[in-house]
């Protein structure tokens, strides 16, 4: 197997905080006494799980993006499916206690007058394939993908807006009854996760923990691949993808593993995501949550995992305290931090920490990507 | 309707000399008596009269309104405002006792036909109009009483459309009354073929399946599959007409986005919202006209709306997008950052409810043209994308910001070698894109909601038509658009809206394979850094 | 795989064959025809337009030939493989513009050139081989790059870059190296250098050399190709071509 990626200071002090909050946690939300200073209420361990699975989802982008520079705005499609494997199976543990009391069929079926199971919801009662699916769904649809785009090299800004079109039309198609799905509504009113409730405040903890240890399994995963040999091809193909193939790399096929381990460790994130908020439904499809995603990174500082996961969390901090202080100014505040980190940040957070200890720089400068008029130079 | 009826009436009265006064006079006569044949003829004679106030007194009749003083041969009706009417003269009568008449009375068989009468006495209207809505009515209940008065009316009728409805209500009666003579029936079968349409059809379908007459059954047959052929490629043809339609709001809201992307090679993410801001732009300007004035609201919001939404977009090539210059996916972005925060100012500007933008009469409505439904206010915006598109290639063709402009498109460095401020053209490049993006919303105001929204609904679309078409060549844009418009429209009907979307995405998708840039693609010997 | 048994059509390296490829009406290459003996070490020269790059792209799959027979080793048809399989196949290309990997080191940089396999798996899953790191230590000796190898290739001067390059191409070990303009932007020095290195290298490699400096083209001293609006012109030594009455016009003009 492949060793364990070595480790700069950043990466230990990120794992030991991951770790330490995925094991403190429990303590201060269950044996500390609710009066405590140090108690965690119920709502910020739901909070801070939710911000885990976020960070999840930055530091699956910053893979794609960072390192290999594929801009995808698909990434809350791979989010959204494995949320929606994750909300199929605790759809199904809700059985006969549904409003309608079908042993078998959800609710929504019921009300839409289906009488069978759709095939796509066989075997979603057990949690181990339930699992599989979360990670085999979006995984397959990137390998698909990936595979004709890469394949027919399409690259730049072509890719992302092709990644947009994707995610929309799954979209579209998740909004629909017909599709299966719980349509508009999506899924929702989950009662237990592997016989636990999941409104509980010890299945949140662990939901936590949880998230925060896939936080840390999906950054020394991440780590590792792009330390090797195989981090460093990508990278040359982010920076100069045609000198990559002129030295007998095949692109398509890096740059396929890549998307591809990067859409599973969304969809887990996804999957972790649904049992704590209660609900996914079509929405998390949303091209305009893929690029939010986007934005995380560049704030934490693209091509550093660290920061992509610090962006994650700062970003959704700030978005929690001012959609509850002054909703009004919460999208100015987005979109202004759209304009300034691409116009004066292009490093990020992690970029200001290395100005004042000159490491060995890993991030990339933004390297000037031919824009398509210069490509097309010499055209005749 | 009775009302309404009756005021139409009342008017008639008026205006109109009542007609052939002595026939109607008999026929009145015959009410005195009061007896149900006596009643039913003088329906018959007084609807054959075809007078003016005829439709007033069958109805107060129907509605047992019409009274007579048998004493004092007065023959009155009685209005819904409980004035009476003399029947023969049309005058008011003040101060007269109702209680002094009688009523007609009626019976169910008599009700009946009042109604054709009814019938009939449209048919014989003055106003073509009306006839033809008469002639249109029968067509569609069959009513056989009305068949005397459809071939009295035929016999006489002055007007060709007119006739030709009169003769498709006749032939719906006659074909499926097996005691019409074989010919006439075959003549009715031809007369609906001809005519073709969904009712048409049904009513063939009839006659195809219970007539046991071998030659009708063989023409309806025939006009069966006829009509079937007929109404399948009518409904392509509407279906051509919405996609059409589709394409030029797609071409409209593209042709900006495909310039900028074309010339700077930069995907400008707040494209929708230069729509958007052109939506808005038309509602205040209807708002700030008087209402005198609407007719004109949109030539007045079209240059407006370019001048806005360009000005927004040299702000924003001026203050972002210049400063990323060579960075597209960063560009992409911060122009998501910038559509964002236009969204929201709209937002707490104008409210996150939908506002209304009125259309002005000419363009409002729609028509029949050849069994193809046509809506006003979409053939304007095929005239407007056609315009737009014209005005643009003209631009790039014959003006000498359009060869810079081209120039830049096919090979900055060298453009600029050449000593073309490629600075400059960017700039002027994203005031048209932008301000071609005003004009499209102007355009969209007409036919989607008018909300902070209205932009993201366009975008993804607008890229499919430059991915699809290419850069460098608006020829391409339009061909990107018009296949992505009327493909769309023709799958709906087929496989619904959803998958029609995402079919012709897994097309685009499979499309780049073969051609990564595009139908239109600059060509070349590409010299990669 | 099949390529390996089929019978060799010629004996030469690189066999090129009525080649044409045009661009929007523009021809680039007109039935450009051109056979490279294996060890034999070649310079293409001609005026802009002539057709240099066109024919670099079409033996290394970038750019597919309209007509034509390309053939490597006389059995691998060169048009119907992509960039990386032509690589594979021993094909090695350096740009006009120096192209390294400006964010990896020196090292690195031809560690990801070094003849290996090339898989995702490989990569992944494999370290540098004890192979691999003896050759970079002597490509790095070769091109003087040792005291550097730490810095990343984005910091080194540009003759540094050209060389990291040739460098590269080297650790890549391919059977024919195609080198354009290797000393545009060099000082003499540096020139007559890279010079001295092309000829080493030509020693057990074949390679094509396409260049604008004729006195360079004099210092490797060998056969010459003049290409001209796509099509060859004239072959031999420089001394022959520089007296063939067409090459002359096409140079100086009329």
């Known amino acids: 197997m492949m060793p364990l990626p070595r480790l700069d200071r950043l990466g230990v002090a990120f794992l030991i905080i991951t770790i330490g909050a995925a094991a403190l946690a429990p303590i201060l939300a269950l044996v500390v006494p609710h009066d405590s200073a140090f108690a965690m209420p119920p709502y910020v361990v739901a909070l801070l799980g939710k911000y885990m699975c976020y960070a999840i989802l930055a530091v699956a982008l910053d893979l794609v993006w960072g390192y290999c520079g594929i801009l995808s705005l698909g990434h809350s499609a791979f989010f959204a499916l494995g949320g929606y494997a994750m909300g199929m199976y605790l759809m199904r543990q809700i059985g006969a206690r549904g409003v309608y009391a079908n042993p078998v069929l959800p609710d929504f079926m019921v009300f839409l007058n289906w009488k069978e199971l759709p095939v796509a919801w066989w075997g979603f009662h057990s949690f181990a394939y339930a699992s599989l699916m979360v990670m085999l769904v979006p995984g397959l649809l990137a390998f698909a993908f990936g595979w004709f785009a890469f394949r027919s090299r399409v690259t730049g800004v072509y890719l992302s807006i092709i990644t947009q079109a994707m995610t929309y039309a799954l979209k579209l198609a998740f909004f629909r009854n017909d599709f299966g799905f719980g349509g508009n509504n999506g899924l929702t009113d989950f009662k237990d996760i592997l016989g636990f409730n999941v409104q509980s405040d010890a299945t949140r903890a662990a939901l936590f923990s949880l998230s925060a240890l896939a936080l840390a399994l999906s950054y020394l995963i991440s780590r590792a691949i792009v330390v090797s040999k195989y981090g460093k091809a990508v990278i040359a193909i982010r920076d100069a993808e045609s000198r990559v193939r002129f030295l007998g790399y095949r692109v398509e096929n890096y740059k396929l593993f890549i998307f591809v381990v990067s859409a599973v460790m969304a969809g887990v994130a996804g999957a972790l995501y649904v049992p704590q908020v209660g609900i996914i439904n079509p929405s998390e499809f949303d091209p305009g949550n893929s690029i939010e995603a986007v934005i995380w990174v560049a704030v934490g500082g693209r091509g550093t995992l660290v920061g992509a996961a610090l962006g994650a969390v700062a970003v959704n901090f700030a978005k929690t305290y001012f959609t509850g202080v002054f909703p009004e100014y919460w999208l100015y505040a987005l979109g202004g931090l759209f304009v300034l980190v691409t116009l004066f940040l292009p490093k990020g957070l992690i970029g200001l920490l290395n100005l004042r200890r000159p490491a060995r720089p890993t991030p990339p400068t933004p390297t000037p990507t031919p824009s398509l008029a210069q490509q097309e130079e010499g055209a005749r | 309707m009775p009302l309404a009826r009756l005021v139409a009436v009342l008017f008639f009265l008026c205006c109109t000399t009542v007609a052939r006064a002595d026939a109607v006079d008999d026929a009145l006569a015959k009410f005195f008596d009061d007896k149900f044949p006596r009643t039913e003829q003088a329906i018959n004679e007084l609807a054959a009269t075809g007078a003016a106030n005829a439709p007033a007194i069958l109805d107060a009749l129907g509605d047992n309104r019409l009274l007579i003083d048998q004493a004092d041969h007065i023959i009155v009706y009685k209005t819904t405002g409980d004035d009476l009417i003399n029947a023969k003269t049309g005058e008011k009568l003040d101060g007269v006792d109702a209680g002094a008449f009688k009523k007609v009375r009626i019976n169910n068989a008599l009700r009946s036909a009042i109604e054709a009468a009814m019938g009939a006495l449209t048919l014989a209207n003055p106003d073509p109009q009306k006839r033809a809505g008469a002639a249109e009515a029968v067509f569609e209940t069959r009513d056989a009483s009305a068949l005397k008065a459809l071939e009295a009316q035929l016999s006489h009728e002055s007007d060709p459309h007119v006739a030709e409805l009169l003769r498709q209500a006749r032939a719906a009666i006659v074909v499926l009354d097996s005691k019409t003579p074989t010919a006439d029936r075959v003549a009715a079968v031809a007369t609906l073929k001809a005519r073709g349409d969904q009712d048409s059809q049904s009513l063939i379908d009839q006659v195809a399946n219970q007539s046991d007459d071998p030659a009708v059954k063989a023409a309806a047959l025939d006009a069966k599959a006829a009509i079937k052929a007929h109404l399948a490629w009518l409904s392509v043809l509407q279906n051509l007409i919405y996609g059409i339609s589709a394409a030029s709001v797609l071409l409209l809201a593209a042709i900006g986005l495909a310039i900028t992307f074309g010339v700077m090679g930069v995907i400008n993410m707040a494209h929708g919202e230069m729509v958007m801001l052109g939506a808005y732009t038309t509602f205040v300007v209807q708002s700030a006209l008087p209402p005198s004035l609407l007719q004109w609201s949109l030539a007045v919001a079209l240059p407006l709306a370019f001048l806005v939404s360009a000005i927004v977009g040299v702000a924003i090539e001026r203050l972002v997008i210049r400063f990323l210059y060579g960075r597209p996916l960063e560009t992409l972005l911060a122009t998501w950052g910038v559509s964002l925060i236009l969204q929201q100012a709209v937002r707490s500007l104008f409210g996150a409810n939908n506002r209304q933008v009125s259309a002005p009469n000419f363009m409002s409505g729609s028509f029949d043209w050849a069994g193809l439904q046509i809506t006003t206010g979409r053939l304007w915006i095929v005239a407007l994308a056609i315009l737009v598109f014209v005005a643009l290639q003209l631009a790039l063709r014959a003006t000498p910001f359009g060869l810079r402009m081209r120039a830049v498109t096919q090979n900055r460095r060298m453009a600029a070698a050449m000593g073309i401020s490629t600075g400059r053209i960017d700039m002027l490049a994203f005031a048209l894109g932008s301000g071609v993006a005003g004009v499209a919303g102007v355009a969209l105001s007409q036919i989607d909601n008018v909300s902070p929204n209205l932009g993201q609904g366009y975008i993804i679309d607008s890229f499919m038509v430059v991915v699809l078409g290419g850069v460098g060549n608006l020829w391409g844009t339009l061909l990107g658009a018009t296949v992505l418009g009327v493909a769309n429209k023709l799958l709906e009907p087929v496989i619904g809206a959803v998958l029609g979307k995402i079919l012709l995405l897994v097309f685009i998708i499979l499309f780049i394979q073969k051609r990564p840039r595009g139908l239109f693609a600059l060509k070349g010997r590409a010299v990669e850094a | ?254």
């Open chain 3, 1 to 254: 795989m099949s390529d390996e048994t089929k019978p060799e059509l010629t004996s030469s390296l690189l066999y090129l064959d009525g080649v044409s490829v045009s661009f929007d009406g523009y021809k680039a290459l007109r039935g450009l025809s051109l056979a490279l003996e294996p060890g034999e070490m070649r310079a293409i020269i001609g005026p802009n337009g002539a057709g240099k790059t066109t024919m670099m792209d079409v033996i290394t799959g970038k750019t597919r030939p309209d007509e034509g027979e390309v053939y490597f080793e006389g059995r691998h048809d060169l048009t119907r493989l992509d960039e990386a399989e032509i690589a594979e196949l021993g094909v090695g290309r350096k740009f006009q513009k120096p192209t390294v990997f400006e964010n990896h080191t020196v090292n690195d940089n031809l560690l990801l050139a070094a003849k290996a396999p090339r898989s995702v798996f490989a990569t992944l899953f494999g370290g540098a081989a004890a192979v691999e790191r003896e050759t970079i230590e002597r490509i790095l000796t070769t091109t003087r790059l040792t005291d550097q190898r730490g810095r990343l290739a984005g910091a080194l001067s540009h003759g540094q870059k050209q060389w990291l390059e040739i460098g590269m191409l080297l650790a890549q070990d391919p059977k024919l190296l195609l080198v354009d303009e290797p000393v545009a932007g060099m000082t003499d020095a540096e020139t007559a250098a890279t010079a001295e290195l092309l000829r080493e290298i030509a020693r057990n490699h074949s390679v094509v050399v396409v260049e604008h400096d004729m006195a360079f083209v004099r210092e490797l001293g060998v056969k010459v190709t003049v290409l001209h609006e796509g099509s060859v012109l004239a072959e031999g030594s420089l001394d022959q071509v520089s007296a063939d009455e067409r090459v002359i016009e096409v140079y100086l003009g009329r």
